[in-house]
């Protein structure tokens, strides 16, 4: 019996892991499409190109997962990071499909305001150039 509890809490603990380990991995695939979307974004403002309401619909969308895997770890300012990302992606969106460029362009400085905010605080670079959460 106690041998049985044992093993149902390894393979508890070991699902757990597994299950971290997965949210982890969506995080990151999240980032590195957040990355290239973004600064696309950020050209197309320029250009007042419209194509870039797909792009700000887009990262809105990844900020979501952002959210979700904060609000996991419960690192609150994180968490605001992620949802004023998303709140700005949304307005960005909008505003674009109105041909309000200056709102899209506000928007735009107070998204990526939260790139740098979050990544001073939660991200850390290993030597090999890659980066790691902490
Ligand atoms: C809520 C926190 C948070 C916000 C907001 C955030 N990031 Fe990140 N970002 C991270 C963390 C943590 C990592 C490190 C994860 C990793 O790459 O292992 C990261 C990694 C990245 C990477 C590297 C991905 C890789 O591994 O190659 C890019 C590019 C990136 N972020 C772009 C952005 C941009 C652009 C924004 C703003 C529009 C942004 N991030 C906003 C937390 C955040």
Known sequence: MRKLF???????TLAAMAWAAADEAKFVAAMKKIGPTC???????????????????????????SDKFWKAKKADDAIAHSKTAGTEFAAIHKAINSGDWDAADAGFKKAVATCGGCHGAHREKNADGTFKIK
Do not use: T
């Open 6 to 12: 044992s093993m149902i809490c390894l393979s508890a």
């Open 39 to 65: 600064s696309g974004l950020g050209k197309k403002i320029k250009a007042k190109d419209a194509s870039g309401a797909a792009d700000a619909k887009e990262l809105q969308g990844l900020f979501k997962e």
